[in-house]
Every structure is written in C-alpha cells, then in structure tokens.
C-alpha cells in the first residue's frame, strides 16, 4: 500500500460542532474502508483490472464525484459546455478509481479506525480516520461529506490534515484549462489514469 495522492485546511481547523459516530457520514467512510480493505487483500493476485473492478463501485457509492469534478474545475465550470462536462466526470472517476486500485495494492495486516466522533461544519460533516500500519507509520485521513440524493456522500479527503485533495487538484486543473480547455483537462486526467495503470 502506498500513500496516495491527497490534499482546505481552514475546513479542518474550524471549531466542530461533535455528533456521535454512528452517524450515516461516518457509515459511508466505514463502507468506504472495508472495500479498501478488501481491495488490499486482492493485492496482486488480482492484477490492476481486478483492483479496479472490486473498487470502483465502492468509489461511486461513497463520493460524488460529480460535484468533486465540478469543484476542482472551479467557477469555470458553467462555461463548459455539457457533453464536455460529462467527459471531465468520467475522466476524473477513471484517475480516482486507477489511483486507489495503485495505491491500495498489497496488505499486511493494516486496518482502518473511525474517529468516534462526527464533526459538522455547516452543512458539511467531516469524518476522521487513521489508517493503521502496524509495518509503518500511521497515516490520518480525514473525508468531508455532504446530502447527496438522501446518502452521505464524499466531496474532499485531507491527506495527513493537510490541505484538501479538491484545493489541489483546482490548482493544477487551472493552468491544463486556461491553455487547452476542457478537452486538453480530458487528456490529462485519462493520462493520470493510464500513469496509474487504469
């Protein structure tokens, strides 16, 4: 397993509002970790396309990539005509999925805890986990989530309580956009993918 690509921080730092962790944010990221879990232990048994094919629906349950893909756009996003919009959504599924399914590649006893706590932030929650290592270091990973069509859904993952993975990605799309629009965004995130081996 390898640490993955993760990335605003002033999110992470504003004084919580606590909920009990049995709430259905918390049970989205539970879901979430099991089938990393499981993906992990399909290694390399199951070769790239297999950690693909067993992931890959546990991402589309657990975040709204959608809206991910529209937030690292940023305010350009409404200029975008819809059939490339559609293309971008793709896009990005097909990099996250192909990261995870890389990064999640092997298993030695590693596990996942949920922080027992929720903490609400508007309209938002944020669920705190760590993953435990017990041949490395310990790794935070914090999810925020946001009501999609009645399910809790993930919208940002903070690596190491870093900056948001959104913020980041907003940041390196912007230059990809600026000089070749939406298509050029297209080829970059198929790129990233085909890097990771999706």
Do not use: C
């Not at 499981?38 to 290694?43: F, L, N, Q, R, V």
């Not at 435990?132 to 859904?153: C, E, M, N, T």
């Not at 903070?158 to 959104?166: A, H, L, M, V």
């Amino acid at each position: 397993m390898r640490a993955f690509l993760a990335v605003p921080a002033a999110f992470l730092a504003v004084a919580p509002a606590l909920a009990q962790a049995s709430d259905p944010a918390a049970a989205t990221v539970d879901s979430l970790d099991a089938a990393l879990i499981a993906t992990m232990k399909a290694g390399a048994a199951a070769g790239m396309k297999g950690r693909i094919a067993r992931i890959g629906p546990a991402i589309d349950r657990a975040f709204d990539l959608p809206l991910m893909t529209r937030l690292a756009v940023g305010p350009g996003w409404n200029t975008i005509a819809a059939t490339d919009q559609q293309a971008l959504v793709a896009a990005f599924r097909r990099m996250t999925v192909a990261q995870y399914a890389d990064n999640f590649d092997g298993f030695s006893g590693q596990s996942f805890v949920v922080a027992p706590n929720v903490e609400t932030r508007g309209g938002d929650k944020l669920v705190r986990t760590t993953l435990k290592d017990p041949k490395g270091s310990d790794v935070a990973i914090a999810y925020r989530l946001r009501q999609s069509g009645g399910a809790w859904k993930i919208i940002d993952v903070f690596y190491k309580n870093s900056i948001s993975q959104i913020a980041t990605r907003r940041s390196d799309f912007a230059a990809i956009l600026q000089k070749g629009g939406a298509k050029a965004l297209v080829a970059h995130l198929n790129a990233l993918a085909a890097k990771a081996g999706g």
